[in-house]
């Protein structure tokens, strides 16, 4: 994993999800090039999801070429932290991946409002059904690794892509998931991106409960495809 050597001008918040990578890919595409991902490890009595799997969202991070950061949070202290974070590493822009949920817009907010850095939310307030269509279509390919629904445990580890999406969409929709799963109903780890020099694989090694996360599932990289 690549450490941050020097002031950084763009950082994004990164989970290894499909939301913060097509977040990075749009700013790219309105010219901010994002230069360290950060990492957010939450002080929750059960790790989330992305903490589980904490080791595939740093090969992830490799396979980009960019540095990974962590921000340890604490109950009460989520603005200062993040704050801090940023402002140790000299960005001047922080990105990310929030599509509706307004208490995360507004604590990226205060926390940079607080160092005087720029937020850029490019995903938010897209209408969640045509952004995930969208975002496959642009060549993000996900597994899902948690689902909230413990009846659904059978969706952890699958692939979604082109050639499944619409049952994918189908599933949400029989289901009364939001489409991206912004009320927590399912937690990815991407597969493919144009940002990633090759494309992946998980396999699941155990299911585990997770709280108000449902079950999730602790992946390993089953192989990986260079030259994507």
């Known amino acids: 994993m690549r450490a941050v050597e020097s002031a950084v001008a763009t ?23 994002v230069d360290a991902l950060l990492f957010v490890r939450p002080s929750f009595q059960q790790p989330s999801p992305h903490e589980l799997n904490a080791h595939a969202v740093a090969a992830l991070a490799e396979d980009m070429g960019l540095p990974l950061e962590v921000v340890e949070l604490r109950s009460g202290r989520e603005n200062e932290a993040l704050a801090e974070k940023l402002e140790e590493l000299g960005a001047e822009t ?56 413990t009846s659904r445990a059978d969706l952890l580890g699958v692939e979604v ?3 499944n999406l619409e049952w994918f969409l189908e599933v949400c929709e029989e289901e009364g998931w939001d489409p991206l799963g ?9 597969n493919s991106s144009p940002l990633l020099h090759s494309s992946y694989r998980y396999a699941v090694v155990e299911v585990v409960s997770r709280g108000a996360y449902g079950c999730a599932a602790l992946m390993s990289i089953l192989q990986h495809a260079e030259g994507v």
């Open 11 to 33: 950082v994004a918040l990164f989970s290894g999800g499909k939301d913060s990578m097509y977040s990075i890919m749009k700013a790219k595409e309105l010219g901010v090039d």
């Open 94 to 149: 922080l990105v990310a991946g929030d599509v509706l949920l307004e208490e995360h817009l507004e604590w990226h907010e205060k926390a940079c409002r607080r160092v005087g850095v720029d937020l850029l939310e490019p995903l938010f307030k897209h209408p969640t059904r045509p952004l995930l269509r969208k975002m496959v279509e642009d060549g993000v390919g996900f597994t899902v690794v948690a689902v909230k629904s």
């Open 161 to 163: 892509s082109k050639d």
């Open 182 to 190: 912004e009320g927590g109903e399912y937690h990815t780890l991407v």
